[in-house]
C-alpha cells in the first residue's frame, strides 16, 4: 500500500528566506507526485506534478520539487519566500495507471515579516 | 469555465439534524470523492464514486451517506449518528485510469453543530 509522510506540521520561516518542505513516500511501483496548497477556508489548488522525464518540476510562482527514486523522496523548495506564501502545503501520490491519490498530513508554511 | 462548485460555502446543523451537502463539477470526470478535514489531521477520505450507481466507502464513512445518480452530482449527508460532524468538508473530482491527472477540489464546505 502507498503512504506520504510530510516530515513537518508546520514550518515558520522569515519572509525571503528559502524554505524546503519534505515529502517522503512508499510505494512498490511506479509513481505519479503532486504538491497542492491551501489557502485559509479554501479548497486544493495543484502547484506542480512529477509525471516523467526530468526530475525538476517547477510552478509558476517560483516553487519547484525534485523526485528523487532512490530517496523515495520529493521536497518542494522556494528559494525566497513571500508573506503570501503562508498556506498549507500537501504532498499526494497515485500509482501509474490508478486515478486514486493518497496525501500526506500536510506541512503549514508560516512566513513572516 | 469547468470546475466543482460545493455549496453551501457555511452550513449549520442542530443536533439530531440530517444535512446535505452538495457538490457538482462540469469537468466530465467519471470519479467524485469527499473528504473530512480537522485541524491537524489533514484529508481524510468518507467515501467515493467511479462511476454512475456506485459509490465506495473511504476511511471515516460511519455517520454519512451518498449517492451518485448523475455524474455531475455527488451529494454527502451528514446523519445525525455522525457524533463530531463539525469539520471542513472537501469535494474532488478527477479521471478515471492513468492517474496523471491529480484531483481537482471544490471550495470546501463548513458544517458547524449549534
Known amino acids: 500500500a502507498q503512504s506520504v509522510t510530510q516530515l513537518d506540521s508546520q514550518v515558520p520561516v522569515f519572509e525571503e528566506a528559502p524554505v524546503e518542505l519534505r515529502c517522503n513516500y512508499s510505494?512498490?511501483?511506479?509513481?505519479?507526485l503532486f504538491w497542492y496548497v491551501q489557502y485559509p477556508n479554501q479548497g486544493l489548488q495543484l502547484l506542480l506534478k512529477?509525471?516523467?522525464?526530468?526530475?525538476l518540476v517547477e510552478s509558476i510562482n517560483g516553487f519547484e520539487a525534485e523526485f528523487n527514486k532512490s530517496q523515495t523522496s520529493f521536497h518542494l523548495r522556494k528559494p525566497s519566500v513571500h508573506i503570501s506564501d503562508t498556506a498549507e502545503y500537501f504532498c499526494a501520490v497515485s500509482d501509474v495507471g490508478y486515478s486514486t491519490l493518497t496525501f500526506g498530513k500536510g506541512t503549514m508554511l508560516l512566513v513572516s515579516p | 469555465d469547468g470546475g466543482i462548485t460545493q455549496s453551501p460555502k457555511y452550513l449549520f446543523r442542530k443536533e439530531g439534524q440530517n444535512v446535505t451537502l452538495s457538490c457538482e463539477q462540469n469537468?466530465?470526470?467519471?470519479?467524485m470523492y469527499w473528504y473530512r478535514q480537522d485541524p491537524g489531521q489533514g484529508l481524510r477520505l468518507i467515501y467515493y464514486?467511479?462511476?454512475?450507481?456506485?459509490?465506495q466507502k473511504g476511511d471515516i464513512a460511519e455517520g454519512y451517506s451518498v449517492s451518485r445518480e448523475k455524474k455531475e452530482s455527488f451529494p454527502l449527508t451528514v446523519t445525525s449518528a455522525q457524533k463530531n460532524p463539525t469539520a471542513f468538508y472537501l469535494c474532488a473530482s478527477t479521471h478515471v485510469g492513468g492517474g496523471s491527472y491529480g484531483y481537482t477540489f471544490g471550495s470546501g464546505t463548513r458544517l458547524t453543530v449549534v
Open positions: 510505494s512498490s511501483v511506479s509513481v505519479y
Open positions: 464514486s467511479q462511476i454512475v450507481n456506485d459509490f
Open positions: 512529477y509525471l516523467s522525464g526530468s526530475t
Open positions: 469537468l466530465n470526470h467519471d470519479a
